[in-house]
């Protein structure tokens, strides 16, 4: 299976990716995670790529391409794309790289979440500075605001997780990603995924459109 994970920051694309990929055996690239590593890291790439993450802009298509392309070509057949394509350049990049290649996607997951669940769901994030314990500070905040429970360090938020930042992902995600649902329903092998719910419940439903996406295409190639 080769799936593209569609879905706005918060939906729990992330959380799902890696279920599926722990489910079936699948690769994971998750382009977030590859710019987030390599401005840690302090790389050439991760020097471009900082401001754009900040400020929750996209880091521009060719660079992108590039990285997720090389990814691909590093990993055996069956890999989930987490947070790419982002763009329809992306997605038409993509489509005819992985024509040539003889691995065409063969499932496309939309996670769908409303935009202001969206917001609480990563705005309210905060982590532990000392022992990484995670909390919300809607959903699952600790007894002293900004203080952990399990350490009594500092609670920290990720500077890409300011609602102010977040807001602005959504936006480029209604007005850039969003279209990318319309261009793989119109290939036929895209799937919409209510994110509302457990982990284990999104799961289920992410498993059953897999399934029914695999039925429905018998040619061996797509799958
Ligand atoms: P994510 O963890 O998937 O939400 O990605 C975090 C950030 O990485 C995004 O806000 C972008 O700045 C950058 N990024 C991740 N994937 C892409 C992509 N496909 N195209 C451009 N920028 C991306």
Known sequence: MRIVLLGPPGSGKGTQARRLVDRFGLSLIATGDI???N???????GHRAK???DAGELVPDDVTIAIVMAAIDKVPDGFILD????????????ESELAARGRPISSVLAFILDEEE?????????????CQAPYNVFFNPP??????????????QRTDESEETVRRRLEVYREQTAPLLKFYSERGFLREID????????????VAALADLVGKDQSESRI
């Open 83 to 94: 947070g790419f394509p982002r763009t329809i350049p992306q997605a038409e990049s993509l």
């Open 39 to 45: 401005v840690r890291e302090g790389t050439e790439l």
């Open 118 to 130: 969206a917001v609480k769901r990563i705005a309210g994030r905060r982590t532990c500075a000392n």
């Open 35 to 37: 710019f987030r590593w």
């Open 195 to 206: 994110a509302v719910g457990t982990e284990e419940e999104v799961t289920q439903r992410a």
């Open 143 to 156: 007894v002293t605001e900004g203080i952990c429970d399990v350490c009594g360090g500092p609670l920290v």
């Open 51 to 53: 401001a754009y993450l």
